[in-house]
């Protein structure tokens, strides 16, 4: 019952929303990147192997050892082990916002998490003032995640673009993405403002010494709706982002960087702004989790019902699986690469058994 209602909400928020231009049911189009665009999907549904489902909307994807723990959107932490599930409760000390595209977002396990049973955990709550983001430590106690210590609030939220990606870096550090909170996009361009962002922080939430701008956790700014982070092999961050109606954007992100949003979208160039490696033409990918891998970037799209390769160095892109639906996130362990449909959040079409998470190994998807 609680997963049909989540649905309803879900479906009367987007009706609700859809003049305000959700990133996710952007239309589709013509144009954007050409190479490869045309060569059909590597893996298809038939040929990967379901680790689980019955997921409620899910968002990220971690893994401990062989043990996964899976955010979804309505609030609960899924434990996939063994080929079994365990749905956990997570107390948050704010009750989450039920607006379009908000709830429990990003999710990403400690460092030392085996040893200290804590996460990190991105989530959209609403207050007498108004509707926000917050980041904040869950720690792990008898099968239930409890909210600790408070990292950074106030990160602006509203109807859309919220980001919410959660990633540790190979420096250590937590990096997470803002949206622009769709009313006022202006405020990407404003580093006094919190959205709009990637955000860099120590895992105690204090703001590193060597952040580009002094005292601030901005690490880069002058974005719409980042939803991905990776970093490659060489430690290049790249990111992934929604843009207006189409143009959706991959990133090679640099500390202190100003990305355009609003002032410029796709090829537009202005002096001290960068340009993605790679934009969605009048196409709609609506980019979400990504990683890198191999020299490539997988990409999990929504409004593009696929999994997508990104080759930064042939500027070439493709689908690789497709007949899923939306696809949320994407990890990869052990040669292994997982990822997450998100068909039950009012927007797609649940087949039976929706959500889930799959595998299926990297080496096919050459």
Same mark, same amino acid.
């Given at each position: 019952?609680?997963? =049909?209602?989540? #649905?309803?909400?879900?479906?009367?928020?987007?009706?609700?929303?859809?003049?305000?231009?959700?990133?996710?049911?952007?239309?589709?189009?013509?144009?954007?990147?050409?190479? !490869? !665009?045309?060569?059909?999907? =590597?893996?298809?549904?038939?040929?990967?192997?379901?680790?689980?489902?019955?997921?409620?909307?899910?968002?990220?994807?971690?893994?401990?050892?062989?043990?996964?723990?899976?955010?979804?959107?309505?609030?609960?932490?899924?434990?996939?082990?063994?080929?079994?599930?365990?749905?956990?409760? #997570?107390?948050?000390?704010?009750?989450?916002?039920?607006?379009?595209?908000?709830?429990?977002?990003?999710?990403?396990?400690?460092? $030392?998490?085996?040893?200290?049973?804590?996460?990190?955990?991105?989530?959209?709550?609403?207050?007498?003032?108004?509707?926000?983001?917050?980041?904040?430590?869950?720690?792990?106690?008898? $099968?239930?995640?409890?909210?600790?210590?408070?990292?950074?609030?106030?990160?602006?939220?509203?109807?859309?673009?919220?980001?919410?990606?959660?990633?540790?870096?190979?420096?250590?550090?937590?990096?997470?993405?803002?949206?622009?909170?769709?009313?006022?996009?202006?405020?990407?361009?404003?580093?006094?403002?919190?959205?709009?962002?990637?955000?860099?922080?120590?895992?105690?939430?204090?703001?590193?010494?060597?952040?580009?701008? !002094?005292?601030?956790?901005?690490?880069?700014?002058?974005?719409?709706?980042?939803?991905?982070?990776?970093?490659?092999?060489?430690?290049?961050?790249?990111?992934?982002?929604?843009?207006?109606?189409?143009? $959706?954007?991959?990133?090679?992100?640099?500390?202190?960087?100003?990305?355009?949003?609003?002032?410029?979208?796709?090829?537009?160039?202005?002096?001290?702004?960068?340009?993605?490696?790679?934009?969605?033409?009048?196409?709609?990918?609506?980019?979400?989790?990504? #990683?890198?891998?191999?020299?490539?970037?997988?990409?999990?799209?929504?409004?593009?019902?696929?999994?997508?390769?990104?080759?930064?160095?042939?500027?070439?892109?493709?689908?690789?699986?497709?007949?899923?639906?939306?696809?949320?996130?994407?990890?990869?362990?052990?040669?292994?690469?997982?990822?997450?449909?998100?068909?039950?959040?009012?927007?797609?079409?649940?087949?039976?058994?929706? $959500?889930?998470?799959?595998?299926?190994? #990297?080496? !096919?998807?050459?």
């Amino acid at each position: 019952m609680k997963r =049909v209602l989540y #649905v309803l909400l879900a479906m009367l928020m987007l009706m609700a929303g859809c003049s305000g231009g959700g990133d996710e049911t952007k239309p589709a189009g013509e144009g954007g990147p050409k190479p !490869e !665009e045309g060569k059909e999907a =590597v893996a298809q549904a038939d040929q990967l192997e379901v680790v689980a489902e019955n997921l409620e909307v899910p968002w990220s994807i971690n893994k401990s050892g062989e043990t996964f723990y899976l955010s979804e959107r309505p609030g609960s932490i899924v434990k996939v082990e063994g080929g079994s599930t365990e749905r956990q409760k #997570v107390s948050f000390k704010k009750e989450l916002s039920q607006a379009a595209e908000a709830g429990f977002l990003g999710f990403v396990l400690a460092p $030392d998490f085996e040893q200290s049973n804590k996460a990190f955990a991105y989530y959209t709550y609403e207050n007498g003032t108004g509707q926000f983001n917050r980041i904040v430590e869950l720690i792990l106690k008898n $099968d239930e995640w409890v909210e600790g210590k408070l990292l950074l609030d106030n990160i602006p939220s509203g109807r859309f673009h919220h980001g919410g990606r959660l990633k540790i870096g190979p420096d250590g550090k937590l990096y997470a993405t803002a949206g622009d909170a769709a009313t006022n996009p202006e405020i990407a361009q404003d580093l006094g403002s919190l959205g709009g962002k990637i955000l860099r922080m120590n895992l105690d939430g204090s703001v590193p010494a060597d952040n580009p701008f !002094e005292g601030s956790y901005v690490y880069s700014y002058g974005h719409r709706n980042p939803q991905g982070l990776a970093w490659s092999e060489d430690g290049m961050l790249y990111a992934s982002e929604h843009g207006p109606s189409a143009q $959706d954007e991959i990133n090679l992100i640099k500390a202190g960087k100003n990305y355009g949003w609003p002032e410029i979208t796709g090829d537009d160039t202005k002096q001290g702004m960068e340009t993605p490696i790679f934009h969605s033409g009048s196409n709609t990918w609506a980019p979400s989790g990504m #990683v890198a891998h191999g020299g490539k970037l997988y990409v999990a799209t929504l409004r593009g019902n696929a999994l997508r390769e990104f080759d930064p160095a042939a500027k070439t892109t493709r689908e690789v699986v497709t007949g899923l639906g939306r696809i949320r996130d994407v990890i990869v362990e052990d040669g292994n690469l997982y990822f997450i449909s998100n068909n039950t959040d009012g927007r797609g079409t649940p087949g039976e058994g929706d $959500d889930k998470l799959y595998r299926v190994k #990297v080496d !096919e998807l050459r």
